[in-house]
């Protein structure tokens, strides 16, 4: 009996290392199939998002008032060259002129120094979601 007791001691450890080489040793081969549209999609997508989603971004209102003094505001800062996008949004009862779209509350500042210097009355807000 202890003669087989001492094999089986030796034949387990053996036997687990030969489970486990052939456990381990798969290779695999992986193929992706997807709709050719799919990228043109996500680069769609991606244009979207970053041009007109303001949702949770800064912004800076330089002006709000009548039509025709937002009009001369925004060309005003459009030819100041700062390297921001003006925007006029009417908002009853008063036409406003908001700029940039920034992620932080520290880029809006920082554009909001440059901006006062030129546009005094300039302050920085977060557009409201509307509902649909």
Do not use: C
């Not at 030796?10 to 549209?37: N, R, W, Y």
């Amino acid at each position: 009996m202890k003669i087989l007791n001492l094999n089986t001691k030796k034949l387990v450890p053996l036997g687990l290392l030969f489970a486990f080489t052939f456990s381990f040793a798969q290779q695999g081969h992986l193929e992706i199939h997807q709709d050719e549209a799919l990228p043109r999609l996500l680069a769609l997508k991606k244009v979207m998002n970053s041009s007109e989603n303001h949702a949770g971004k800064y912004r800076i209102q330089i002006f709000s008032g009548d039509r025709v003094t937002a009009e001369a505001e925004k060309s005003t800062f459009d030819r100041a060259l700062f390297g921001w996008n003006s925007t006029l949004v009417y908002e009853t009862p008063n036409y406003k002129v908001w700029v940039g779209s920034y992620r932080t509350r520290l880029e809006a500042d920082r554009a909001l120094e440059k901006i006062k210097k030129e546009f005094p009355g300039a302050f920085i807000f977060k557009p409201k979601i509307k509902d649909k």
